[in-house]
């Protein structure tokens, strides 16, 4: 499998839908886990009307607690691993099909 490049995002945390950054020092508590992707408490907030309107509660895979700091949710969920892989092509499909395999989000 040829991997094209491998970033380290360190303790840098961004929310996948509205790219805004958050550090340990950051304040907001909450968000979650949406089909894979880290949701901002903010983002949460505006999406859950249409998640709902859509029937996709399903897709809601972890909830951050009210009281917990979306940083350490996001840096728990990654378990170490800050690493991003970027593949080409067919071994993205592989990368994948591999990452799920292994009972990975
Ligand atoms: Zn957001």
Do not use: W
């Not at 249409?50 to 029937?55: G, K, L, T, V």
């Amino acid at each position: 499998m040829m991997a094209i490049e491998e970033i380290d995002f360190g303790e840098l945390v961004v929310c996948d839908f509205c790219d805004k950054h958050f550090s340990k020092d950051s304040p907001e508590t909450g968000g979650m886990l949406f089909s894979g992707h880290a949701t901002c408490p903010e983002c949460t907030e505006r999406m859950m009307p249409n998640i709902d309107r859509y029937h996709e509660r399903n897709y809601i895979q972890q909830v951050c607690p009210p009281d917990v700091k979306f940083h350490i949710f996001v840096m728990e969920l990654r378990a170490g691993n800050n690493k991003v892989t970027i593949f080409s092509g067919d071994d993205a499909k592989k990368a994948i099909d591999d990452r799920f395999n292994e009972g990975e989000i």
